[in-house]
């Protein structure tokens, strides 16, 4: 039952995450849009209004005609829009995903029992959540610092880009070191989403609620507020590709089982970057085709580099047994995938078989007989190698022909 019920909650929370994630980022690639594309005012009593740039869209049958005053219009309206609600629910429902289905079980989930590290690898479950929270309040405030020490007064961005850059970087490699290929894109991508909410919380919104109080007390705002809210949500900008692409690579094991996992993720987070910068300049009216170029050329090097090095060379098993041959594989699967890939798993903790996929007869092993050798290869699975499976044994799928 607690299986089912987490299992449950997942679906409802992912579905809930898409459609916060879609609206929050929806509307901030929108404002990104807007805020490079506005044109100076036409008429000139906007001007004197203190109007520096307007839009004009069509859209759902009809006109619009936005319009941006650079610090504050005369007088601030009543019904002012404010955007944080899809940001808070993007997060939190994010980190209620990450709970139920990582800190529910991190023997599985979090740990990689073959890390590089050894102290990593023999982590017990409940060590694995506390560094896995420890890794994600740790790259904000790193993140943090690094904005405040580096360009607190938003005079130096281009050095603060290129450090946040490096840091992205080591977190690719720390997180690949600490846990499992899985959770190490997904916490990758959660650093930088927690990241981007913590902006709009820490700074974006209490930067933006002094300035509408300054205003009201009939004060002239801190332009620093209005300068730092900017370049946060410059940050956020740069960050969404990347995080997008984090958080859907759960199935995508030959990326991030990969022996260089950490610089494929690297080379995806730049590629991100460089296209979403790609659009940002395009809405300003500059066309530069050499981001994406540059973008694509870094997706190209991480499928060069994630390409696998060839089949096992044929083996000098005696392949006028294949017969036998089955048979070992067979009993492998059953010693080894079964107690989680059956309609009925005996594993605690699965309600039903894992990714959907059950090993119960011999026709549905023979019918995945690629996707088990690549899985098996990739040592993702057994998950966790909770069964122990040897290196022997993955020879063994590995050189099963029939
Ligand atoms: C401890 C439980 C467990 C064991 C043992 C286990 N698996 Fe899995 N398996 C899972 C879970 C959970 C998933 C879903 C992971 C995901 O969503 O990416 C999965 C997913 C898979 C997938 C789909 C991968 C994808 O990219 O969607 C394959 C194939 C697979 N397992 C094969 C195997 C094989 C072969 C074995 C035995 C060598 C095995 N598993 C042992 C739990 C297990």
Same mark, same amino acid.
């Given at each position: 039952? /607690?299986?089912?019920?987490?299992?449950?909650?997942?679906?409802?929370?992912?579905?809930?995450?898409?459609?916060?994630?879609?609206?929050?980022?929806?509307?901030?690639?929108?404002?990104?849009?807007?805020?490079?594309?506005?044109?100076?005012?036409?008429?000139?009593?906007?001007?004197?209004?203190?109007?520096?740039?307007?839009?004009?869209?069509?859209?759902?049958?009809?006109?619009?005609?936005?319009?941006?005053?650079?610090?504050?219009?005369?007088?601030?309206?009543?019904?002012?829009?404010?955007?944080?609600?899809?940001?808070?629910?993007?997060?939190?429902?994010?980190?209620?995903?990450?709970?139920?289905?990582?800190?529910?079980?991190?023997?599985?989930?979090?740990?990689?029992?073959?890390?590089?590290?050894?102290?990593?690898?023999?982590?017990?479950?409940?060590?694995?959540?506390?560094?896995?929270?420890?890794?994600?309040?740790?790259?904000?405030?790193?993140?943090?610092?690094?904005?405040?020490?580096?360009?607190?007064?938003?005079?130096?961005?281009?050095?603060?880009?290129?450090?946040?850059?490096?840091?992205?970087?080591?977190?690719?490699?720390?997180?690949?070191?600490?846990?499992?290929?899985?959770?190490?894109?997904?916490?990758?991508?959660?650093?930088?989403?927690?990241?981007?909410?913590?902006?709009?919380?820490?700074?974006?919104?209490?930067?933006?609620?002094?300035?509408?109080?300054?205003?009201?007390?009939?004060?002239?705002?801190?332009?620093?507020?209005?300068?730092?809210?900017?370049?946060?949500?410059?940050?956020?900008?740069?960050?969404?590709?990347?995080?997008?692409?984090?958080?859907?690579?759960?199935?995508?094991?030959?990326?991030?089982?990969?022996?260089?996992?950490?610089?494929?993720?690297?080379?995806?987070?730049?590629?991100?970057?460089?296209?979403? /910068?790609?659009?940002?300049?395009?809405?300003?009216?500059?066309?530069?085709?050499?981001?994406?170029?540059?973008?694509?050329?870094?997706?190209?090097?991480?499928?060069?580099?994630?390409?696998?090095?060839?089949?096992?060379?044929?083996?000098?098993?005696?392949?006028?047994?294949?017969?036998?041959?089955?048979?070992?594989?067979?009993?492998?699967?059953?010693?080894?995938?079964?107690?989680?890939?059956?309609?009925?798993?005996?594993?605690?903790?699965?309600?039903?078989?894992?990714?959907?996929?059950?090993?119960?007869?011999?026709?549905?092993?023979?019918?995945?007989?690629?996707?088990?050798?690549?899985?098996?290869?990739?040592?993702?699975?057994?998950?966790?190698?909770?069964?122990?499976?040897?290196?022997?044994?993955?020879?063994?799928?590995?050189?099963?022909?029939?």
């Amino acid at each position: 039952m /607690q299986a089912y019920l987490l299992d449950f909650a997942n679906f409802m929370l992912r579905w809930l995450h898409v459609i916060a994630a879609i609206a929050w980022i929806g509307e901030s690639i929108y404002f990104v849009m807007l805020d490079n594309g506005l044109k100076k005012p036409k008429a000139a009593e906007d001007r004197e209004k203190g109007v520096f740039g307007e839009m004009w869209a069509v859209h759902g049958g009809g006109f619009y005609h936005n319009q941006k005053y650079a610090t504050a219009p005369a007088k601030l309206p009543d019904d002012l829009h404010w955007s944080f609600w899809k940001s808070y629910t993007t997060w939190l429902s994010g980190f209620a995903l990450f709970v139920t289905l990582y800190m529910f079980n991190p023997g599985f989930y979090l740990v990689n029992p073959n890390a590089n590290w050894e102290w990593a690898a023999n982590m017990s479950g409940w060590q694995a959540n506390v560094l896995a929270l420890v890794f994600l309040v740790g790259g904000w405030v790193v993140y943090n610092e690094l904005c405040k020490r580096i360009s607190p007064d938003m005079t130096r961005d281009g050095l603060l880009s290129i450090a946040v850059a490096v840091m992205m970087v080591v977190v690719a490699y720390l997180s690949v070191q600490m846990f499992s290929g899985r959770a190490a894109f997904l916490l990758t991508g959660a650093v930088m989403a927690t990241a981007m909410s913590a902006n709009v919380f820490f700074w974006i919104i209490p930067g933006q609620r002094r300035m509408v109080n300054a205003m009201k007390a009939g004060e002239t705002p801190n332009p620093l507020d209005g300068k730092r809210g900017k370049q946060r949500s410059v940050h956020n900008t740069y960050f969404t590709l990347p995080v997008v692409l984090l958080m859907i690579s759960n199935h995508y094991s030959f990326a991030y089982n990969h022996e260089h996992a950490w610089v494929l993720m690297s080379l995806f987070i730049f590629a991100g970057a460089l296209i979403r /910068q790609f659009f940002v300049l395009m809405h300003a009216g500059k066309i530069q085709p050499a981001y994406p170029v540059a973008g694509v050329a870094l997706i190209l090097v991480a499928f060069w580099l994630g390409a696998p090095a060839g089949q096992p060379a044929a083996t000098d098993r005696d392949t006028a047994d294949e017969g036998a041959e089955f048979e070992e594989v067979h009993a492998l699967v059953n010693q080894h995938c079964v107690a989680c890939h059956s309609r009925e798993p005996t594993q605690p903790g699965f309600a039903a078989p894992p990714a959907g996929i059950a090993y119960d007869s011999e026709d549905q092993i023979l019918s995945q007989k690629s996707l088990i050798q690549q899985v098996v290869a990739s040592k993702y699975m057994p998950l966790g190698n909770m069964t122990g499976m040897t290196d022997e044994e993955r020879e063994v799928i590995a050189a099963w022909s029939e």
